[in-house]
């Protein structure tokens, strides 16, 4: 074993180490509420399903500050995104490692607001505020569940985290 009081070998041992962790994808979306609690959503142009507001996690970057670039990238919204909601572990499935999703709080959206919405990117190719149960029903079933979770984290202290394993 090398001299770990020896400072360039400490960090040729460390690096070492953090070379073989294992390395997560990240997904962070955030939920955005109009007046009437409707919720905004995204219509992906490379997904089956309507998401929420969000993205993958770019390297070195937080969950957090993903969700401010993804905003501001795909609707040109600003976001203070507040406390997590909802995360989940989803299990690697199909060609995909498996992942952390986080939830944000990103609070009720006032009209001035919701009026400089608009779509920014290709990826998008349209947004909408809908009801819980519409917004249920044009998520992919896990989305929905997350989502489910996040709502009734509003009013709590804690967020949910769970588990899914995709089959």
Partial sequence: MADLTDDAARFAYLAEGNAKQARKRVAA??????????????????????????????????????????????????????????VDWISAHGPWDDQLAFIFDGGILDSARIKRIRVVDAEISEFMFADYSEAVNRLRPDMAERLQRAMESLGGSE?????????
């Fill in 29 to 86: 979306d955030v939920l955005l509420r109009d007046e009437l609690n409707k919720i905004l959503l995204v219509n992906p142009t490379y997904k089956d399903y309507w998401d929420l507001p969000g993205g993958m996690v770019e390297n070195n970057e937080s969950p957090r500050q993903a969700v401010v670039r993804e905003l501001g990238e795909e609707l040109g919204v600003d976001v203070v995104p507040g406390r997590v909601l909802a």
């Fill in 159 to 167: 967020f949910p985290y769970s588990e899914t394993e995709v089959r």
